[in-house]
């Protein structure tokens, strides 16, 4: 199936960290894409008053394109990140973000 990527599995489960997280559910080869990050589309500018009211589940998309996944939301807004050694990483594909 060229272009096609098969998506790995994960679950929900506490995080020692922050409240829940994303976890892997099996070993996740290297470019396999994790999971869509769904949510409301929102214009910058109430992208923009969110982060001022504090949301931290706003991902750019593209010019005045952002996606929310606070609202309407899916799992994928649970992962919490290492800063200095990351293990997944975010891909933007054509309008989709993984």
Known sequence: MRGRRRVAKVVVRKSGIHGDGLFAAEEIPWGTKIIEYKGERISDDVAFARIAAGADSIFELGRDATIDGSYGGN????????????????????????
Do not use: C
């Not at 800063?83 to 993984?98: S, T, V, Y």
């Open 75 to 98: 799992e994928a807004r649970l992962p919490n990140p290492r800063r200095r050694n990351p293990n997944a990483f975010i891909l933007r594909d054509e309008g989709r973000i993984w």
